[in-house]
Each structure stands twice: as C-alpha cells, then as structure tokens.
C-alpha cells in the first residue's frame, strides 16, 4: 500500500485501525469557515447533522471506525473541517484518527457526502495531519519515514483526490516523488505461504528482536484458506524450543507462549467468492467482520487482518521496545508491494517417500505400505490431543471393516521426536491399548513436516498406492460413517 493511498470500494470502507481520535484544530474564524460549510451542504440540499448521523452509521458498523464519532462542535470549535477535497463543489468532512501502541501513527480522513464514499490518507508510512484551514486551502503536514532507523522529516502541503485515491500533494516539488518502501536493495526476507497462496517480506530476522513464525497454512473449506504469522517476544537465543509447537512443549515452554505470542498477521484467501459468502460458524470463529480485502489473484479474494484493539491490549504486558517493534512490523507489512498473492497451492499430488519405523521399532518404506493398498488414510495424530484420542475408536473400526477393500488405516504419532523417544511411544502405546486400536503407528520421517505440513491435529491425508496425496482432509476428528463417506467421495474422484 503506498503511503499515499488507499484502497477504496463503493459503500465500504478499506483501511485499518485501532485506537481512535478526532483531530481538533483551533483557527482563526473558525466559527465563520464552519458556517460557510454548513450553508455549502444546505445549497446541495444536504442537512450537516443528516450527514453525520450517516457516517456515525458507517462507525458503528465493525468496519474499524468504532468510537470514531463525537459531537461535531466541541467547545463551540469544530471537531472536523468542513472544505472541498475532493472538488465536486460540495464540502466534505474532514477529521482524522491515529491508531497503533508503542509507535502511534496518524492518518486524515475524507468523507464525501454526496458519494456517501470514505477515502484515507493512510499512516502506515507516514504520520499525516490537518495543521491549518482557510476558504481556500486545506493544510497538511506529513512526516515520516515510520519504520527501521529511517530520517523523518516533515513537508507542509495539501491533500487531493486523484484518480479514486486521496494524495498528499506537497509544497515542495522535490517530495513529490517518494522513495519506494520496497526498493531492489533493501535487504529483506521472505515467507511463503503457499496453501493460502500469498508471501510477505519483512526485515532481515536480525534487526528484529522478537521471532516470526508461521502458525497456520491451512484450507478451512473447499476454496477457503487461512493462514497467520505469530510474534513472539522471546529472544532468539531462547526461541528453539518454537518449533515443537502443535509436536509437545513442556509446561514452562507452553508458559512462555501463551504469554509472549501475538498474531501479528492473519489472512483468508477465497476462490470464487467473498468473505461475505462464508458460512455464519466460520464468519464467528474467525472474527471476519475484522478483515480487510487487500488484492486477488484469479479467482482468489484476499483478506488480511492485522492486530485489534483487543490483541494490543494483549500486548500491553510487552516492553514499549516490544510494542514498537509490533507496530514496525506492522507498518513493514502494509508498505506497496510486500504482500504479494498467488494461486493456492494443494498438497494434492504430493510424493510421499520415506523410511521409518512403527512404534515397535519395525522398519517402514513408503513404497511397500502404499503399493498394498488401493487407499491409505494417513491420520497425523498426537497423544496429548484431546480429539485425536477421541477418534481412536473410529479409525480401528473403519480399518477392520475396510481393510479388506484395500483401504488401511496408518496412524503418524507426530509428537513423537525420533526412534529413541521411548517415553512418548510408550505413552503413545498406552491409548492405541485403552482405546483398543491395534492398527499400524509410525515413528515421523525425518523431513515430514517439510513433506506435510500440518498445523492442526488430527489432520487426515488420502494416499494412492503410487504414494501421491490424493486428498487433504480438514483438520479435524471424524466418527466412522463420516470417515466412509469421505473416503467414498475419495474414490470417486480417483477412478
């Protein structure tokens, strides 16, 4: 995003933020200035409190606006501007807000009364703020660069619509070109997240203090993916022990997550729909109505959410050092060009080649345990997992009665962390007895994360006999009748 503009779309608005304020400027006339817009209005057949009534429904809306409203006279001084920015004649509003924790950036705000439309100059760059208005100009300051050890200073200029965007147009002509956010010899690094078909740069791992780390690369639904990137306010020096999560952290290790992680960015990708198509459950669970629609890519919608009010008061317990590295990053992320889409990817067609051993120690080989069978159901499992124990039953029963259709049930203890875990595998051995399920366990392969990613537990994979992923099952336990059906609709589709 540019940081000098913002997307827009009829009726709605497409920005972000989180702790809000009305920009109050004290001016000569002021009064004489106010009642000269609010006459402009009367002339276009518009009443001032009529137009506020309708923006304050647009604050009220969950749409990231919420408490941005107050009474438009304030101490007989106008809490926004009444001026002509984006030049149709008629006034609009003009106001502003900051947002953020730690770093607080500032952004002016456009309400155009006749297109009922919302523009932004946006502060994600730059801090932007009204330091004068008369008849005839609108002044603005701007200042900035916002981010890593970058030289801020501030312009003087005004802001204007072009072409659908507001702009920030300077005094000075040389600011008018602004440095790219992103430029070809910037250092910085990449994260891929192909499942939900989009990648991000940040700053090189070593000018950030805290660890980034991919939490989730999932598909909620045909078409529907989900992914987030968590922060997490622990020192590289103590941050190993991350990459055992969803594999088993001890209580201390589950300690130190629980109170220093934060989701930093949180993305929905959806193929032939919007986010408004999604099924109420999911539109509850993932808290949709906080996103924002930021690009596409074929038939792919993309929907980004950053921190809200609620996480940065999360965050509060963080260091202001923390909390100013939050908002960097933050600030990094919604620079033009550093989110980049691509078609999702699908695990569907992946190789599996391997060699391990069952928890009794007995070598595996890929090739051999799906040659066997018209169909494997692969179910990557854990033994403090709640519902994966719970499906137990259900996947001893399917493998007896299916077995003999060429259809075998192999469970994949992944918190099991090699061949010489014997207290995991011991434990592990402890429920296939109490549950009574006495199908074929194995040890994970070195390179199975890389292979299959999986970021919720129990997740499910449907293996030809050539070894290739032929289905990704969402995460998730299922009875017997339910792992048939699935399995029917999976042959179907392989004949």
């Keep these: 995003m540019a940081a000098s503009s913002i997307r827009k779309s009829a009726g709605r608005i497409i920005c972000t933020g989180m702790i809000l304020l009305l920009v109050c400027i004290s001016f000569a006339s002021a009064e004489d200035l106010f009642a000269a817009g609010e006459q402009n209005l009367k002339d276009h057949g518009l009443v001032l409190e009529d137009v506020i009534s309708e923006y304050s429904e647009f604050g009220n809306s969950g749409n990231g606006f919420s408490g941005f409203w107050l009474p438009y006279l304030q101490d007989n001084k106008p809490a926004f501007h009444l001026f002509d920015v984006t030049g149709d004649g008629c006034v609009d509003l003009v106001t502003g807000r900051m947002f953020g924790s730690g770093m607080v950036r500032h952004e002016v705000v456009v309400m155009d009364p006749l297109s009922h439309e919302i523009y932004i100059l946006d502060g994600y760059d730059y801090d932007y703020g009204v330091t004068d208005v008369t ?89 529907v993916h989900y992914a987030d990137l968590e922060y997490f306010a622990i020192p590289k020096e103590k941050s190993g022990f991350l990459s055992n999560i969803g594999i088993g952290l001890t209580a201390e290790e589950n300690a130190l997550v629980f109170h220093n992680a934060l989701p930093l960015l949180r993305v929905i990708s959806i193929g032939n729909g919007t986010i408004d198509d999604l099924p109420q459950d999911v539109k509850e669970d993932y808290e949709t109505e906080s996103y924002l629609e930021v690009g596409s890519f074929g038939e792919y919608n993309y929907y980004v959410r950053y921190p809200g009010q609620a996480d940065y008061e999360w965050a509060n317990k963080f260091s202001e050092e923390t909390k100013q590295e939050i908002d960097c990053l933050i ?117 199975f994360m890389d292979m299959l990613p999986v970021y919720g537990y129990p997740t499910t994979y449907y293996v030809d006999s050539k070894g290739q992923v032929v289905m990704e099952d969402q995460s998730g336990a299922h009875n017997t009748q339910e792992y048939k059906a699935i399995i029917k609709e999976v042959l179907a589709e392989m004949e």
């Design 135 to 223: 008849a005839d100009r609108l002044t603005v300051e701007k200042s900035g660069p916002n981010g890593y050890n970058k030289p801020i200073t501030k312009t003087l200029g005004t802001i204007k619509l072009e072409d659908g965007l507001l702009v920030f147009v300077p005094d000075d002509p040389q600011e008018a070109v602004s440095p790219s956010p992103a430029s070809s010899q910037e250092s910085v690094e990449t994260i891929r997240f192909p499942f939900t078909g989009f990648e991000v740069d940040f700053p090189p791992a070593s000018e950030i203090n805290g660890v980034l780390q991919i939490s989730n690369d999932i598909e909620l639904m045909d078409n």
């Design 331 to 447: 600030s990094n992320f919604q620079e033009e060009g550093r989110l980049r889409f691509f078609r999702p990817e699908t695990i569907n067609g992946q190789l599996l080649e391997f060699e391990t051993t069952d928890l009794d120690g007995n070598p595996v080989r890929s090739a051999e345990l799906f040659a066997k069978n018209k169909l494997t159901v692969l179910n990557v499992w854990a033994t403090w997992c709640g519902p994966c124990k719970s499906e137990l039953p259900s996947l001893h029963i399917l493998n007896q009665k299916m077995k003999e259709q060429g259809i075998e049930v192999v469970g994949v203890v992944i918190n099991v962390r090699n061949q010489a875990d014997s207290e995991t595998i011991s434990e592990a051995q402890k429920f296939m007895s109490w549950y009574k399920a006495d199908y074929l366990n194995l040890v994970p392969w070195e390179g």
